[in-house]
């Protein structure tokens, strides 16, 4: 194959090549039918298959397609296998509606809970992300059609995204913002990675040369295309010549001469531009090798939609009023009843094949409850007391009201973040008011990301999130809120108590040039544990309708060298008397150490299905990187001899068993010590230890003979030893 690729690319004109690094359409690669190169067709992702009928239109309704659960719903299932039948499903759509690439998922970190793409993304913790991005893209491509993992790197906010440059130090960008891209390319290889709008630390992604050849390239050993955004490209020589293969969409005229006339005037390398041709080239008969055209089982996909949505809604409250009973009148009160609030808007937007509506699911199968409906609140976000006087009204007579509160789209959606947590101000009102009406109230929420629930969550005995649910997420509501099934989704983010709590709250979303990542590494949960701050609903936390009970943790070994690895090991029984599924989340926690570390950290969760008594015993595995830390001075990760907690907890915030594990560290560390180190860095160091080490304990000896241990009686009145250790060596010197 490589030799008719280069027999191919030796065939090719500058003009052809040039032409071919460019889209042909909004949604297609340049054809070059001479040489037999076909087109290539992509479409979005990331939930569903966003197949436009016109190839050139931008946005159109697109061809009917399943609208599975956003990512904020399916991250919450913390189950790969799932995500990878998901994948199956996209690819087997793709397939028959004629698509080569799938542009998703998207890995970006929720960094702010403002960020109005959050309900496409996955999770404010990178290996959470990770995992389910790499299993989804296995799903995707197990089906011969290739993915696009986006957007690379650092675009975690919608307010200026085309222009701002994040600011990010180079620790929270290796720990926090690229480890779900990272584990996703080793692990599933994705066709493509697709760039993002913004700029990182001043520079454009897509002219990041950094980020996209040292980093994803020859780093992580991405053998794919590099896409830019959709009209992300400002510089194409540039961009090139920093590792985007091509520019989409097309066609860019202006960009195709420009680099041409670099290649001529000796500006850019010809043989860099045959790399990117033949990269695409690749994926391009790749995908050909995938015959498209049929159909696909829209019912079956349905239902798969429905088992996500089922198990990605999180029970985020319940004092004992769910499951109904299916023999109570119920008040069904608010237009997502009705007009169900599946998806969010933008790219990612959906033709679904089919809508479950839930009040016609609650019609159709508790059909024996009496029913009564009220709108509740208006569609525009204004205030209207009447619309909460009917809710009130049917509330009173009904014997249990469920609320179906949608986050509305002008409050959510790609291309502007959210200005607050809060849903409007008429919703607030109806679920108080109603909540006091009817003390059998449960609240169902329908938003892609955290709403605040501080005025009212004390006076309803229960919540469920259902996100944004996919297009069979009706019927997954009613299955949850009657029992037919347990939930068991867990909150892949922090739902904080207020707005001014979440870590980026004085850095967001900076001004229309630069946005400040002060936070660093300390975002999500991270950020609340470390400050220790309370909040509404930690990460991870999610209830069932039955009860479960964590025992016999144990490891494989108490010491161990990083290299090694580690697997624990806990035993989980169901305690409660109905089936139920649990997320068993291990989480890490390092003792000491040279620089700043989190509280926890999340590094690996398993599910797992048990009958009322049933006990089974849940492993995992734990390898190096998963005791390391990105160390900017080195500029590498590494890990340090000591002690480890091993966290077994239901939530971040619900820890049932702790061992302790003492590491051993083979990581060699380059000696970078000068004349500006400390003399502290130095006696830290074997190798300056061994060189400072004896003048050191002959100054110190010299000290104590003067002062004995007292530091009063030093000439100073202080530890003069101590003042040492944080000077730089040249100080030293030069203070004698
Ligand atoms: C979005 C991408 C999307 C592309 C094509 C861009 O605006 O950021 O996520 O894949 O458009 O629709």
């Not at 239902?303 to 009023?321: D, F, P, S």
């Amino acid at each position: 194959m490589e030799e008719d690729l280069n027999a191919i690319l030796s065939e090719m004109t500058l003009e052809e090549k040039a032409a071919f690094c460019t889209g042909a359409t909004a949604w297609s690669s340049t054809a070059v039918e001479r040489l037999g190169i076909p087109e290539m067709i992509v479409a979005d992702g990331p939930h569903g298959v966003r197949r436009m009928r016109d190839i050139h239109a931008v946005s159109q309704q697109s061809l009917p397609a399943t609208c599975f659960p956003t990512a904020s719903c399916s991250a919450s299932t913390w189950d790969v296998d799932l995500l990878r039948q998901m994948g199956e499903a996209l690819g087997e759509e793709c397939i028959a509606l004629d698509v080569d690439v799938l542009l998703g998922p998207g890995v970006n970190m929720k960094r702010s809970p403002l960020g109005g793409r959050n309900f496409e993304y996955f999770s404010e913790d990178p290996y959470l992300a990770g995992e389910l991005a790499a299993s989804f893209i296995n799903g995707v491509q197990s089906r011969g059609v290739g993915t696009s993992l986006k957007h690379y790197a650092a675009n975690n906010q919608e307010s200026y995204r085309t222009r701002i440059s994040v600011e990010v130090d180079e620790r929270a960008l290796r720990e926090i913002y690229l480890p779900a891209f990272e584990k996703a390319v080793k692990q599933a290889r994705p066709w493509t990675v697709m760039g993002s709008y913004n700029k990182v630390n001043g520079m454009f992604t897509s002219e990041h040369r950094p980020l996209l050849t040292e980093i994803l390239r020859e780093e992580w050993g991405f053998e794919g295309v590099i896409v830019s955004d959709w009209s992300a490209v400002h510089d194409r020589v540039a961009s090139l010549k920093a590792g985007l293969d091509w520019e989409m969409p097309g066609p860019q005229d202006r960009h195709v001469k420009a680099l041409v006339e670099a290649v001529r005037s000796g500006e850019l390398d010809e043989a860099t531009l045959d790399e990117a041709v033949r990269r695409l080239l690749r994926v391009v008969f790749k995908a050909k090798e995938t015959p498209k055209g049929g159909s696909f089982d829209g019912d079956a996909h349905h239902e798969l939609a429905r088992k996500i949505a089922a198990e990605g809604m999180v029970l985020l409250k319940n004092n004992g009023l769910l499951p109904l009973k299916e023999k109570q009148t119920l008040a069904v009160i608010g237009r997502a009843a009705k007009s169900a609030h599946f998806q969010g808007g933008g790219s990612s937007h959906i033709n679904a094949t089919k809508v479950t509506v839930p009040f016609e699911e609650l019609q159709s199968r508790v059909a024996h409850a009496g029913l009564t409906y009220a709108e509740g609140y208006p569609e525009d976000g204004s205030y209207r007391q009447e619309l909460i006087d009917q809710a009130v009204e049917i509330a009173r007579s009904a014997e249990v009201a469920i609320l179906f509160i949608a986050l509305p789209a002008f409050k959510e959606s790609e291309g502007y973040d959210r200005q607050d947590l809060d849903l409007t101000q008429q919703q607030s009102a109806l679920i108080q008011a109603v909540a006091k009406a009817q003390p059998k109230t449960v609240v169902v929420l329908n938003n892609g990301a955290p709403v605040g629930m501080r005025e009212w969550l004390d006076a309803v005995p229960a919540v469920l999130e259902g996100w944004m649910m996919g297009q069979a997420g009706g019927a997954a509501l009613i299955d949850i809120l009657f029992g037919r099934v347990a939930p068991c989704g867990k909150l892949p983010e922090t739902f904080p108590l207020k707005l001014s709590d979440t870590p980026a709250y004085i850095n967001w979303p900076g001004d229309a040039e630069k946005v400040s990542y002060g936070e660093g590494i300390f975002i999500g949960y991270r950020y609340y544990e470390k400050k220790q701050m309370p909040v509404l609903f930690p990460f991870g936390h999610g209830l069932s309708y039955t009860t479960f009970e964590y025992s016999n943790a144990s490891v494989s070994a108490k010491a161990f060298k990083d290299i090694e690895g580690l697997t624990v090991s806990v035993d989980v029984t169901n305690t409660g008397s109905r089936p139920g599924k649990e997320v068993v989340q291990l989480y890490v926690h390092d003792r000491a150490s040279e620089l700043m570390r989190p509280e926890k950290e999340l590094k690996g969760f398993a599910k797992v299905e048990l009958q009322p008594g049933e006990t089974r015993t849940v492993s995992i595995g734990l390898d190096s990187r998963a005791f390391a830390y990105y160390h900017p001075r080195y500029r590498q990760w590494i890990t340090e001899d000591g002690d480890f907690d091993l966290l077994i907890g239901a939530s971040s915030a619900d820890i049932r068993c702790r061992l302790t594990v003492t590491l051993e560290s083979t990581v060699t560390l380059p000696c970078l010590l000068n004349v500006e180190s400390t003399v502290g860095d130095w006696l830290a160091d074997p190798r300056g230890r061994a060189v400072l080490g004896p003048h050191y304990e002959k100054l110190e000896a010299e000290s104590r003979k003067v002062s004995g241990d007292s530091h009063e009686e030093s000439a100073l009145g202080m530890d003069i030893m101590d003042m040492f250790k944080g000077m730089p060596l040249v100080s030293v010197v030069l203070f004698q």
